[in-house]
């Protein structure tokens, strides 16, 4: 009778250890497989948007990727002009968004690792870019300083990806 007792409190202990992680295991397993998902589209997002012909203009710039600016745009003395505000900051907005969307689903599907850095995105990246490009419309700041200022933003976001995952 003690050892009949014994079996199904064993056989029970499995089920719960099976119920609890088995499906803990599945659901991050199905949160990595959307996560990835929503990735993939984003990234053809973000391509999509850096050949938009209606953002080419600023593009020669500031390109579209903040590692692709080069030592003449950081030296871009000029201003935005009246007649681009509108336009730009509607360009920035959607880059505002497509980095949100970034540090949305890294924040819900990640794991800890993706979580950490989406919440960085959320308070650093987004942040800092948002208000050069406000700086920059309002005329505080020049294309170069904007440009220097969305470099150091990626720089520090490529310091805080390997300090969080590691050298990749």
């Not at 990735?39 to 391509?47: A, D, G, Q, V």
Request: aromatic share 12%.
């Amino acid at each position: 009778m003690k050892r009949l007792t014994f079996l199904l409190l064993l056989v029970a202990l499995q089920v719960i250890l099976f119920v609890v992680f088995g499906c803990s295991n599945s659901t991050s397993e199905k949160n990595a497989a959307k996560e990835k998902e929503l990735l993939e589209s984003l990234s053809k997002e973000s391509n999509d948007f850096c050949n938009k012909e209606e953002y080419k203009r600023f593009f020669i710039k500031s390109p579209c990727y903040a590692n692709d600016i080069t030592a003449e745009q950081l030296s871009d003395k000029s201003m935005i002009q009246d007649a681009e505000k509108n336009d730009f900051l509607k360009y920035r907005e959607e880059v505002s968004s497509i980095d949100k969307k970034f540090s949305d689903i890294s924040q819900t599907y990640g794991d800890s690792k993706d979580k950490e850095f989406g919440l960085f995105l959320e308070k650093y990246s987004i942040k800092n870019k948002r208000k050069a490009s406000l700086d920059f419309a309002e005329g505080k700041i020049t294309w170069g300083e904007f440009n220097k200022i969305r470099k150091e933003v990626a720089q520090e976001g490529e310091r805080e990806r390997i300090r969080i995952y590691g050298k990749q």
